[in-house]
DNA sequence: CTGAAAGCGCTTACAG
DNA sequence: CTGAAAGCGCTTACAG
């Protein structure tokens, strides 16, 4: 039912190299013979099978792109970026999300190298690298954005986390606060260890200790639940500063539940500028990344690794930026 | 480098084929061989070639999922469900973005049936049904989802739309509004049209007719500057119907920017309940789509596509539901 | 119960 | 400038 290229070699009475090689542009055909052999492809519909190329020594043109979730806003607009910047050197991208756990993880290598994928985008937190040992041992490069595991030598764009945590604490600093407490992801995930880390280390120059008791790891689904248990302590916090937009949110309904005004009780900061952040109730003061040149970037060096796996792999740090909203203010009510 | 079925074939000292009667369970292998091969399979980490089956008549394993933009958090929340329901079917899936492009959806239409892809779900608005001529033409099976065409017999999950429109004008017709407007999507998108003829017909159910000048087409982005136009008419409606919740996401920063109070000066209703719904200041009255579910009927009808060509395919319908939060109420203030 | 052979739709040297 | 042939890694009748 489908032409293929005997059908059109036939149809143009040549052999079927002849009609790859002007598939491919190669070897010397005459011009007559090859725009000849052009016009029957077009008037036949004809398309080289793709799977039949790749079998062939040639790529897939398929990327594999981990994420703990695609309908995290965050993740699903990196997706658009890679998938956009992927079409552009002619590249489709699989969605694979992982939940951040190592079982799908493990379970998406195994399957993209057996789809044959030219190579992955890790965007997802591991706790044991192992389990991309199928990619690794099949000799499927791989990139790791905005997360990146530096005992590996791959090629990885990240954000400046330790910056970003830092520049979260001046500005909490800077509004008066002292305070202050953290909802941090997992913790297998490096960009959430380095954000806390920066955070600290900022409140430490200053001369402020964070409690580790305000220091609190929570799923995303909890995040309502962990940001209650910090603000229903002895000592509450007169600063949160989130992880990302979503735990931030969490953070806002846990303060509504228990009718803690934002920002006037309680500053709140989020990190990553999803559309989220300018929609929220109030609006979220947050850490930006710039998403969509992560997402380029990313494919651009696994495009590069692909092309020329040999070459040492860079390691891009992009600087993530404060952005204002209405969630912080100076500490007003003085808590005992 | 990678082990083949050649490399096993020898390890066990047995030929391809009964190495690939093991590999698909099929033929009667004795008991010890098929344990023996199985156990050297693992050791050398053999994974069969999905191209290289694909190649011989079995299937790619990779279904396409077309939808406007997958950045956009309902379709970002959809492929989510749709990606979890294909794995279970043993499915990876495609992203394709196409906002809402004919264009796009024919570039990716040409190249889905180019990778051989099994089935593509296609969600995305189309304006000539010919640009999905390669699949259809290819004999790749599709299925529609939240999208429809009437004209052509495919499987399909929608909302009833029409309903989900009414809903929205009961609602505020109950609250007592009687001027009021859409925020619609681009005509091309048939549930768009779909809500805004069940919102009209509700109103007028009720005698209430809707001024044509306040049903305005909008791209998401410039939902925000629509929504002011609608905003700023000598009599600016008490409630506006957005066709989903970005666009509405747009009146309520374009209310913002007049300093028009949400709900006390106008109410605005989204469609969709997305994530965003629940966050934004105020958090938006609604109609919610059951989106997991969509995601999963539209895979389900799919695969069983696939399997069966020749049977007749099923539409599905499920029902929208209101959801109220704090956008709209009772119209307060006398406008001339 | 298992192997030899053909074939899937291409690409790539190698001849001529 | 163009064709015959081998090969990519599998699957599937067909023999035996």
Redesign the interface.
Known sequence: ??ATIYDVAKEAGVSIATVSLVINGKGKISKERREEIRGIMMRM?Y??????S??TGKK???LGLLVP?????FF??I??AV??EGQRHGY??????TDNKDEKVGHYA??L????VDGVIIGTGIRELSVLD?LL???VPIAFLAREFRSVEVPSVVVDDYAGGAAAAEHLIALGHRRLAVLAEQDSISSSRERVRGFKQALEAVGITLDPALVLSSAIKESKASALALMRGEHPPTGIFCCNDLLA?GA?QAAKEMGIRIPHDCSIIGFDDT??AS?????LTTIAQPIEQMGQIAVQLLVRKIGRPGERPERIVLRPELSIRQSSMAPQTEIS
């Open positions: 039912m489908k519909g398309k080289p099978s793709m799977i039949a790749a079998l897939t043109y398929a979730d695609i309908s995290n806003p699903a607009e997706a658009r998938e956009d489709s991208v699989f969605i694979c999300s195994a399957l190298q057996q789809k044959n199928p041992h099949g000799g949110i806002l559309v989220l929609v929220t109730d109030p609006p």
